[in-house]
């Protein structure tokens, strides 16, 4: 039966006000405490399951289970991530509660994401604790990046990674993990798959492992003929192409113990690409993009009995080359190259009670542009943009505290950043919970954050201002949890209050967010099922702005997701919706609510045998995820990509 816009909105209301009675329903018959030293974490490689309790180590840099951290979580595990074979990371992201992107396209076009009201230049990605991502854009390039050579995604919703981890986790933390930081055992894996625009992806991992090592090292080969971009291409006389795009992807993963005490280990995820473009005004229709991104850290771990010492190095890069394959002198076009490298030094300390965090961290930023066109055409050679300083340095040190009890968790975090360009920004997080009932927890947390401005914001011809100020938000959060043997659901209500914002290089603009959010997790013997809701707030509060008390741009004030899944030892299938309410452009267009329905499964036809398929948008919905500058970008109707995975054990 297939659902109106109109009623799969009421469907979704209807799956929400159940969920809360059958929520209210457990906490009256709760009766009996269950000790937290009690807990176990499930690990089953066989079935894909709603895991509900797991550790994940974003949201406190240490390993925490989730009933015990303060803010909002989500960890996006290896058997999930199964489901999403051929795809990248945006297209993970965007199937999770409370998250919605915008896209220039299909696979490998430009993206962006919206978490909490905040865009991705606001929310932190790191790789294996390195940060990731454009200094001259300041977003990441997660539509880059293959989910294959991933191990894991945890996801920390909200401000409160602001003082663990410094700028720009206004919005929250994304943490991707290298596949192969978890080896259970040695195999070899190849994996081939196909899919519609003539989608076709080959891969092989090959993990080894001992009782004093473990290793991993896998490759991967991506490409599609995509589809046109541009939904209104008539409008424009130029043939309209289709834009493929193709990768190559590798993870590296070794672990090492060299003593009881002692470890080591290395990780890297790389990712070389091209993607098909339109350019801007459309005039070179087979202009295109070559893209190389990825991140490398390295590390030295040390244990006694009450402390644990790491010291880490790592790099990431960013580099983008754009060819207009038209154009009159043919040129290699404009180039953006970012390097991040960072060096960090931390202990975590038992203190009996509780654990406290203290370490020190160093972060170089270099960015080297070329050809760069500037905004009074688009001359042809392109017009040199020059970007002074190209570099910067930041000297942070933090310092936190974590305590979790049978009735009550504890976190405090306060972290100093010195950066060359803006002087010092501290930042400082506090967070409580108690548990009145067994099985439930109330909580509150309160976070200070701020974004440092991107090289584009201080030294962009005609937009310049080399005295720009961080952006800042303070954000409080209250929450209601109840978490069973069956289900983890959880009520979060959250105000932002954010100033000095860049806009036409100047801090002059402000907003405020509010917020409401769901998530209900269900695992029931053979069945799967749950949902997220979010209600979002977010409005612009710029004294005098024309939009002064509009909503936010890409920002839906109602978004949400059900699914229902179904599963045995030999195969498993899940069927999920994904709603999102109208949102306005920046340049105030309107977008239609949409409603996308996906479905995946897996056979295992023998034991070492897998079969894999996902179909997405299976009513052939037609939405748009973007507009700007005229053009209203495309997005792919029904599709679909079936694997085989063959393992040697």
């Known amino acids: 039966m297939l659902l109106s816009r109109s009623s799969s909105s009421t469907y979704l209301r209807c799956s929400i006000l159940s969920v809360l009675g059958l929520l209210s329903i457990n906490t009256a018959m709760a009766v009996t405490p269950v000790s937290p030293e009690l807990d176990t974490v499930t690990d089953n490689n066989e079935l894909p399951q709603v895991e509900l309790d797991k550790i994940v180590v974003t949201a406190t840099r240490t390993p925490t289970k989730t009933s015990n951290v303060i803010a909002q979580t989500r960890v996006i595990n290896s058997e999930e991530l199964q489901r999403y074979r051929g795809q990248t990371v945006t297209d993970v992201l965007k199937n999770q509660p409370g998250i919605n992107i915008t896209q220039s396209g299909g696979m490998g076009t430009a993206s962006n994401f919206y978490m909490r009201g905040f865009d991705s230049k606001q929310v932190l990605v790191i790789i294996d604790g390195i940060r990731y991502g454009s200094i001259s854009l300041g977003s990441p390039s997660l539509n880059l990046l293959s989910a294959d050579q991933i191990d894991r995604i945890e996801i920390l919703y909200g401000a409160s990674g602001s003082s663990i981890y410094g700028s720009d986790a206004m919005g929250g933390v994304i943490q991707i993990f290298t596949k192969g930081n978890n080896v259970e055992q040695s195999n070899v894996s190849t994996t081939v798959g196909y899919g519609s625009n003539n989608h076709y992806q080959v891969g092989i991992t090959g993990q080894l492992k001992n009782d004093t090592s473990s290793l991993s090292l896998g490759v991967s080969r991506n490409e599609t003929d995509g589809f046109n971009a541009i939904a209104n291409s008539d409008s424009y006389d130029f043939n309209a192409d289709d834009d493929g795009f193709k990768s190559t992807n590798a993870s590296l993963a070794l672990q090492h113990k060299l003593s009881d005490s002692l470890s080591a280990g290395i990780s890297a995820l790389y990712t070389d690409s091209t993607t098909d473009i339109d350019s801007a005004g459309n005039a070179f229709p087979n202009a295109y993009s070559d893209q190389k991104n990825g991140s490398a850290n390295a590390y030295l771990q040390y244990k006694t009995p009450l402390t644990v010492?790491?010291?880490?190095?790592?790099?990431?890069?960013?580099?983008?080359?754009?060819?207009?394959?038209?154009?009159?002198?043919?040129?290699?076009?404009?180039?953006?190259?970012?390097?991040?490298?960072?060096?960090?030094?931390?202990?975590?300390?038992?203190?009996?009670?509780?654990?406290?965090?203290?370490?020190?961290?160093?972060?170089?930023?270099?960015?080297?542009?070329?050809?760069?066109?500037?905004?009074?055409?688009?001359?042809?050679?392109?017009?040199?943009?020059?970007?002074?300083?190209?570099?910067?340095?930041?000297?942070?040190?933090?310092?936190?505290?974590?305590?979790?009890?049978?009735?009550?968790?504890?976190?405090?975090?306060y972290r100093l950043d010195d950066n060359s360009q803006y002087g010092n920004e501290s930042t400082y997080n506090l967070g409580a919970a108690i548990r009145p009932l067994a099985g439930m927890r109330i909580g509150a947390n309160y976070a200070t954050g701020f974004r440092a401005p991107t090289f584009n914001d201080l030294y962009w011809p005609g937009f310049s201002n080399p005295n720009l100020k961080p952006e800042k938000t303070e954000n409080t959060e209250v929450f209601v949890e109840y978490a069973n043997e069956a289900q983890t659901s959880r009520l979060t209500g959250y105000y932002t209050d954010a100033e000095d914002l860049i806009s036409n290089a100047t801090n002059i603009s402000e907003a405020k967010i509010k917020g409401l959010s769901l998530t209900s997790d269900w695992n029931m013997n053979a069945f799967i099922f749950g949902l997220g809701y979010d209600y979002l707030d977010a409005k612009d509060k710029t004294a005098n702005s024309a939009s002064y008390n509009q909503q936010l741009a890409y920002r839906p004030k109602n978004s949400g997701m059900v699914y229902v899944g179904y599963q045995q030892p030999t195969f498993d299938v899940r069927l999920e919706a994904k709603h999102t309410d109208n949102r306005v452009t920046a340049e105030n267009n309107k977008l239609d609510s949409y409603t996308l329905l996906n479905l995946s499964g897996a056979v295992y036809i023998n034991p070492n045998l897998r079969a894999n398929l996902r179909v997405d948008n299976i009513t052939d919905e037609d939405y748009t995820l973007a507009s700007q500058f005229g053009n209203e970008y495309a997005t792919e109707g029904t599709s679909y990509f079936g694997s085989l995975t063959y393992d040697w054990y």
């Open 309 to 413: 010492s790491k010291l880490s190095y790592g790099q990431s890069i960013d580099k983008s080359t754009s060819h207009d394959a038209n154009s009159i002198n043919y040129q290699e076009g404009s180039q953006y190259d970012t390097t991040q490298e960072q060096a960090r030094l931390e202990t975590s300390i038992n203190a009996r009670p509780g654990t406290v965090i203290v370490g020190a961290e160093w972060l170089s930023q270099k960015l080297d542009a070329s050809d760069v066109l500037d905004f009074s055409g688009f001359p042809d050679p392109a017009v040199q943009t020059t970007y002074n300083p190209d570099d910067r340095t930041v000297k942070s040190a933090f310092v936190g505290y974590q305590l979790s009890e049978y009735y009550y968790d504890l976190q405090a975090n």
